[in-house]
């Protein structure tokens, strides 16, 4: 067998490979919150959308929820604006809210423009777009951190809509108070709400490490499959901390609330959606319900 051969009957076998996820996931929701470096790195991005555009082509119905923290830091210090911090977490107030806004927008019509350019349709909506994200004011520690919003309800309806229609819809998380104030939320927290509000089949988390680890200082600690019972007692013991403990508690209340699986990635490697959703073992974290199937058969 010649080399050329060789490397066609190893793609043949990736393919294979794959062919029970796709029949399983066939015309499930996957939701794929995106955010990290993986936004700022264009041949990353590149491949983000070139995976989710993918998964729509194969059957799959995915939503993307995008960040863009970094972007809005970017022109904050851009328009010499002073940003302020408390307990870690920006301050946004109004100059920042509407700059964040802006921000945002601009970032969902660049991923619609991809995601189209690679002929699928998209819709990028912003949550305040047909009530898609009903929020209340949101507190740190009883501290005041300005426009920051805490969802509280989804209009599920508009995202079956798009589904149904056979649009790719991208998510912008900034939502309306029920006085129609606008706030912006955590990509994190916008992506879980709309998850547990689709029963997703999966909810995936885009971010700058490989998963979760029992030491943070020790990268062969890393866990592959977490059930929610294991996650709960790994936080109690003070194992999770800084930015990982609310992802890990998104993710636990996602899977509470009807999602089925979640996955944390490291955004940083190529294909990584392809990896972790289409191979056998994949590659980040996956967190599971308590007594839920060995992570080999996803």
């Known amino acids: 067998m010649d080399k ?46 070139e995976d989710v555009t993918l998964l729509k082509l194969v059957g799959f119905k995915p939503i993307i929820v995008h960040g863009g923290g970094k972007e809005v830091s970017r022109w904050v210090s851009k328009v010499g604006m002073e940003p302020k911090f408390i307990n870690g977490l920006r301050v946004t107030d109004e100059p920042t809210m509407e700059l964040a ?31 898609l994200l009903n929020v209340t004011k949101k507190y740190s ?12 309800k989804v209009n599920a309806d508009i995202l079956w809509d798009l589904l149904d229609k056979d649009f790719l819809p991208i998510v912008c998380p900034i939502g309306l108070d029920d006085s129609f104030h606008t706030y912006n939320i955590n990509a994190d927290d916008a992506a879980c709400a709309i998850a547990r509000a689709m029963n997703a089949e999966k909810l995936a988390f885009l971010t700058d490490i490989e998963g979760v680890y029992k030491d943070p200082n020790d990268p062969s600690t890393l866990i592959s499959e977490l059930q929610i019972s294991e996650a709960k007692e790994f936080i109690e013991k003070g194992y999770i901390g800084g930015g990982m ?41 996956a967190i599971l ?10």
């Open 101 to 131: 806004e802006m921000v945002l927008g601009k970032v969902n019509k660049e991923l619609v423009q991809m995601v189209e350019s690679l002929g699928v349709r998209a819709i990028g909506l912003s949550g305040k777009d047909g009530g």
């Open 289 to 298: 319900k308590d007594g839920d199937e060995m992570y080999s058969n996803k």
């Open 4 to 49: 050329n051969m060789k490397q066609y009957l190893d793609k043949a076998e990736v393919l294979i490979e794959a062919l029970p996820y796709i029949q399983k996931f066939n015309r499930k929701v996957i939701v794929v919150k995106y955010g990290g470096s993986a936004m700022v790195d264009e041949n990353l991005k590149k491949r983000v959308i």
């Open 141 to 152: 520690n009883g501290e005041d951190i300005g426009y920051v919003g805490e969802v509280q």
């Open 245 to 285: 403990l609310p992802k890990l508690n998104n993710c636990i209340d996602a899977i509470e609330n009807g999602v089925s699986r979640v996955h944390i990635l490291d955004g940083r490697i190529p294909h990584c959606l392809l990896l972790e959703i289409f191979t056998n073992k994949g590659i980040g974290t």
